[in-house]
């Protein structure tokens, strides 16, 4: 039983190079959400979904895009990397009744 | 704007005893969750503990629990009996019941469990 999946976990970028970090879950929820952790904070929401075919902003999303074209996927997408994209992203998942949320272990992102 | 403080940027405790770790939260929401979540340097994410608000009994989940007070807008998590495995941030968060459902974060607590 994976859970949510993050690929990959580790990535380091150039400024002004693009990536997709992909997020796989097998729980079949339909809440998927993508997060980003800096030193000293908490997570911050940066877009969501609450099913296939939808996103939302959260309160970071500049910068970033998302797309959630099959249920079990939620893809993030940095355009033109920034140095102030360096961070670790997490992404989750969402049990919808009990609204407990279950996270991958992340990815690890410098952009130089 | 919902937000989610914990006061103590660092914590310790000796193997075995009982530690304390402080959180507020501001809202005008009436049906909310609250939870606490340990980071272990593995950076994966584990649920500890989740509160429903309009549920008056605290929580508990083996050798940890929480003392919630509505009214005083305060959640805290205590653990009991800490094993060097408890060592972890631990971040309080906070979600409003209802539309996406997201979670509010505090900035953590470092808790050391010294042998």
């Known amino acids: 039983n994976a859970g949510v999946t993050q690929t990959p976990k580790f990535r380091v970028l150039k400024t002004g190079q693009s990536m997709t970090l992909l997020c796989a879950q097998d729980?079949?929820?339909?809440?998927m959400y993508w997060y980003r952790q800096d030193p000293g904070m908490g997570l911050r929401l940066i877009h969501y979904?609450?099913?296939?075919?939808?996103?939302a902003k959260g309160e970071v999303p500049d910068g970033y895009n998302v797309s959630r074209l099959k249920k079990q996927n939620f893809l993030l997408g940095l355009e033109s990397a920034a140095p102030s994209q360096t961070s670790v992203y997490f992404c989750?998942?969402?049990?919808?009744?009990?609204?407990?949320?279950?996270f991958g272990a992340g990815t690890r992102l410098s952009v130089l | 704007a919902q937000t989610v403080t914990q006061s103590q940027p660092e914590m310790s405790v000796q193997e075995a005893e009982t530690v304390t770790l402080s959180c507020t939260y501001d809202?005008?929401?009436?049906?909310?969750?609250l939870f606490w979540y340990k980071q272990p340097p593995s950076r994966q994410m584990i649920l500890v503990i989740r509160?429903?608000?309009?549920?008056?009994q605290n929580a508990t989940e083996n050798r940890f629990s929480v003392n919630f007070q509505k009214a005083a807008k305060s959640f805290s998590l205590k653990i009991s009996d800490s094993q060097l495995g408890d060592a972890a941030m631990y971040f309080c968060?906070?979600?409003?019941?209802?539309?996406?459902?997201?979670?509010?974060f505090g900035k953590g607590t470092k808790l050391t469990v010294n042998p």
């Open positions: 979904s609450v099913g296939e075919g939808t996103t």
């Open positions: 729980m079949n929820h339909e809440y």
């Open positions: 989750a998942s969402r049990r919808g009744l009990l609204n407990i949320q279950y």
């Open positions: 968060a906070y979600s409003v019941q209802g539309g996406s459902e997201k979670l509010v």
């Open positions: 509160q429903e608000a309009y549920k008056q």
């Open positions: 809202t005008s929401e009436s049906d909310y969750y």
